[in-house]
């Protein structure tokens, strides 16, 4: 009696693998499986690259606008708290001529502009408190409109404060 030999665990290199295929059906091809894969690397790489380029092409524009918001946004933030800060020197200036924007918002933001002008109200009238209109502008690139930020602030009027 024959000892059992387990062919499915036997390792064979792959030259044996296709000699025997060769010996044992001779009309059978001489690839099959991986051995066919010749030029499926090439084309791999290609589908690869074109479905990067999609996802980039996608993901590109998206990345952009949500950096020029943020851009925006950090000018809104920066502005407002330059607004308060002008607020509360022109509470305590004697008048507005010799305020201005500060050194570091002015580094920032070269193209801004400070703009101080009083409100004229009815209501105002009666009041001790006279209304103050802050603006910080900054003008738009292009076709995109001025950016503009604007603070009202009531200050004792000039006979009151005297």
């Given at each position: 009696?024959?000892?059992?030999?387990?062919?499915?665990?036997?390792?064979?290199?792959?030259?044996?693998?296709?000699?025997?295929?060769?010996?044992?059906?001779?009309?059978?091809?001489?690839?099959?499986?991986?051995?066919?894969?010749?030029?499926?690397?090439?084309?791999?790489?290609?589908?690869?690259?074109?479905?990067?380029?999609?996802?980039?092409?996608?993901?590109?524009?998206?990345?952009?606008?949500?950096?020029?918001?943020?851009?925006?946004?950090?000018?809104?933030?920066?502005?407002?708290?330059?607004?308060?800060?002008?607020?509360?020197?022109?509470?305590?200036?004697?008048?507005?001529?010799?305020?201005?924007?500060?050194?570091?918002?002015?580094?920032?933001?070269?193209?801004?502009?400070?703009?101080?002008?009083?409100?004229?109200?009815?209501?105002?009238?009666?009041?001790?408190?006279?209304?103050?209109?802050?603006?910080?502008?900054?003008?738009?690139?292009?076709?995109?409109p001025d950016v503009k930020q604007t603070l009202v602030t009531w200050v004792l009027s000039k006979e009151q404060a005297e």
């Open positions: 009696m024959k000892p059992s030999v387990n062919i499915i665990n036997r390792r064979r290199r792959p030259s044996q693998a296709r000699a025997e295929r060769a010996t044992i059906s001779p009309a059978a091809p001489a690839c099959r499986g991986a051995d066919c894969r010749r030029g499926s690397l090439l084309v791999e790489m290609v589908v690869c690259t074109i479905m990067l380029s999609v996802v980039a092409a996608v993901l590109v524009p998206g990345i952009h606008a949500i950096h020029k918001q943020r851009k925006a946004t950090r000018f809104d933030t920066c502005a407002l708290i330059e607004l308060n800060n002008l607020a509360v020197q022109i509470a305590q200036a004697p008048t507005t001529d010799s305020v201005v924007l500060s050194d570091w918002f002015s580094a920032r933001y070269p193209d801004a502009s400070l703009e101080i002008a009083p409100i004229t109200a009815d209501e105002a009238a009666d009041s001790d408190l006279t209304p103050i209109r802050i603006a910080i502008v900054r003008p738009g690139i292009g076709a995109r």
